[in-house]
């Protein structure tokens, strides 16, 4: 299936007889510009200049719906390129509601089931069982290449499905169980090769051979909860398990309790393995998993002001790190305080931002500064960095924003970094007649 193919079946989606419904459609139009300047050499630079359109529309008509969203780019050196990159991120046809439990997804779209993440070509499916009290929810179709444009022929080197089961029948709590196998192709390369020529042992020639290798695919099983009690309790953890390395890829747990209404404390835990392709080559290295242990506190001093901080311990294999962070949030802006030592380096930070909306918000300035000194290990320099940004959002109209900031920069290896984005963005929800005699 192409790309095309899909995009014919979308006026199925808001086709009618002369009775039919309205359609009601909505969208979000977005054009940005970015610009900055690069040394290519020393004493040489050159302006770059890149420009962004998305595209985000969505067309329904009782319980069909279509939606997609697109980005464009263009732009290069000191000029636009004449042809630029246009990558489908969502195109996708939705059936809701079927018998009151089931909705259906058909095309290029975003999947969220638990362990299984990405975008896939192909469909979804959603039940909702015992009133919505259980979720199920699955998946199954190709994965997308990195541009982002046709879809793959070859599915059953790249299948990408699984699922997801949520329940809330236990008071106070979510639980969910999913499964996802994701397969990837792997490109085939020319590489040199040693033959024997004919029957001697003595005699060698190196010559180019096609290396072509089986797809890849990552397998994996997870467990998630959430508890909560009121506002004063509320606990999650979650355990992901390699079904090809037969052993734990990830656990995270954390907790949350409000010791008054003004204090709260905060405990978490991660184990996290790095994600390999099975049989790859980057599986026969030897590679470490990482634990991290963080607590922390928050105060709300008055319904503006919160004031936090949190403290962690990375574990490593035989060596630790630390980090650490404070600051304060308000409705407006944050300053914050950050650092850490150890086997990750030592770094302190600091940064403040904030914005203030002025003209009933039809003008909402913002200004941002932080600084941070480094150094990777003890026997390197200390460097420093410090950066800047200004900006500023205007909204003449509830449909219309148009948003300007600049960003400059100095280090060790830049004395001067600046850069410019503009975005302008529109967005619109009409009801529509096309296909009946219904006027609004």
């Known amino acids: 299936m192409k790309l095309r193919a899909i995009t014919a079946l979308l006026p199925l989606c808001i086709l009618g007889t002369g009775s039919a419904p309205a359609q009601f459609a909505s969208g979000r139009l977005t054009t940005s510009f970015y610009t900055f300047q690069r040394f290519d050499t020393v004493g040489s630079s050159r302006t770059y200049l890149r420009a962004f359109q998305s ?43 079927i018998g009151k439990v089931l909705d259906l997804d058909l095309g290029r779209q975003a ?21 919505g009290q259980v979720v199920v929810n699955g998946y199954g179709g190709s994965t997308v290449n990195d541009e ?55 005699t060698y020639l190196t010559l180019p051979f096609l290396i072509q290798n089986a797809s890849n695919a990552v397998q994996l099983g997870s467990a998630d909860a959430s508890w909560s009690y009121g ?113 990750a380096g030592q770094l302190e930070s600091f940064s403040i931002q904030g914005a203030y909306p002025l003209c009933d918000r039809l003008l909402i300035p913002s200004l941002g ?3 941070a000194s480094y150094r990777l290990s003890a026997d390197d320099p200390v460097d420093h960095a410090l950066a800047l940004l200004a900006g500023a959002t205007v909204r003449p109209t509830r449909n219309f924003s148009f948003d300007v900031q600049a960003q400059w920069m100095t280090n060790r290896l830049y004395s001067r970094d600046m850069r410019l984005q503009v975005k302008l963005m529109y967005w619109f929800a009409d009801r529509l007649s096309l296909f009946s005699q219904e006027v609004n």
Not at 111 to 131: C, N, Q, S, W
């Open 55 to 97: 595209v985000q529309l969505s067309f329904a008509q009782q319980d069909f719906s279509v939606h997609t969203y697109l980005q464009g780019a263009a732009g290069g050196a000191n000029q636009f390129r004449e042809n630029g990159d246009v990558r489908f991120y969502n195109l996708y046809l939705r059936w809701a509601n």
């Open 231 to 343: 506002n004063i309790v509320s606990v999650y953890g979650r355990y992901d398990y390699d079904l090809n390395y037969m052993q734990t890829s990830r656990g995270q747990g954390s907790v949350r309790v409000r010791v008054t209404d003004a204090l709260a404390l905060t405990g978490d835990y991660s184990y996290r393995r790095p994600q390999l392709s099975f049989n790859s080559i980057f599986s026969v290295f030897s590679f470490n998993s990482t634990r991290e242990i963080e607590g922390g506190a928050e105060y709300r001093i008055t319904p503006l002001f919160q004031v936090f901080g949190r403290m962690g311990v990375v574990s490593y294999t035989d060596t630790t790190s630390m980090t650490w962070t404070a600051g304060v949030n308000s409705g407006y802006g944050s300053v914050s305080y950050s650092g850490g030592t150890g086997y």
């Open 148 to 202: 982002y444009t046709g879809v793959r022929k070859n599915w059953h080197d790249n299948l990408n499905l699984g699922g997801q089961v949520l329940t809330t029948l236990v008071p106070g709590a979510r639980i969910g169980l999913s499964y996802t196998y994701r397969g990837e192709e792997r490109d085939a390369y020319v590489a040199m090769r040693e033959t024997a020529l004919g029957d001697s042992l003595k």
């Open 369 to 371: 500064l932080s600084w």
């Open 111 to 131: 999947v969220y089931a638990g362990v299984g993440m990405g975008t896939i070509d192909g469909l979804t499916a959603r039940a909702k069982i015992l009133e």
